[in-house]
Nanobody, 125 residues
Framework: QPQLAESGGGLVQAGGSLRLSCVYSMRTHSTATVGWFRQAPKAEREFVAAITEIAGGPYYAETVAGRFSISRDNAENTVFLQMNSLKPEDTAVYYC??????????????????WGQGTQVTVSS
């Protein structure tokens, strides 16, 4: 079973940038698709972006399209989330997760099997 670990969160002013990393312990069928989700206080976990290993995507939530970019380095077992033009409403705990298929449901948290512990992103106004 792969383990996932996020890093790169922090405090940034509005308009700034951050780059999150998600390192997974092993490259298996269970990491075919890796996604980023976020959860703000008193809010449900929401989809941010996803990328597959061989085909399809990347996929973005409408709220981040054009500002965030997801990429993948299979040699390093790492998925990155480059976040630009950050807004206060982007403040949340960001989680990476993986699932074993390339099919639909990339935006549904319930479809993902393995999760990291999360990294806090705070954007000040």
């Amino acid at each position: 079973q792969p383990q996932l670990a996020e890093s790169g969160g922090g405090l940034v002013q509005a308009g700034g940038s951050l780059r999150l990393s998600c390192v997974y312990s092993m490259r298996t069928h269970s990491t075919a698709t890796v996604g980023w989700f976020r959860q703000a206080p008193k809010a449900e976990r929401e989809f941010v972006a996803a990328i597959t290993e061989i085909a399809g995507g990347p996929y973005y939530a409408e709220t981040v399209a054009g500002r965030f970019s997801i990429s993948r380095d299979n040699a390093e077992n790492t998925v990155f989330l480059q976040m630009n033009s950050l807004k206060p409403e982007d403040t949340a705990v960001y989680y990476c997760a993986s699932k074993s298929d390339y099919g639909g449901g990339y935006d549904l948290a319930s479809k993902y099997h393995y999760w990291g512990q999360g990294t806090q992103v705070t954007v000040s106004s």
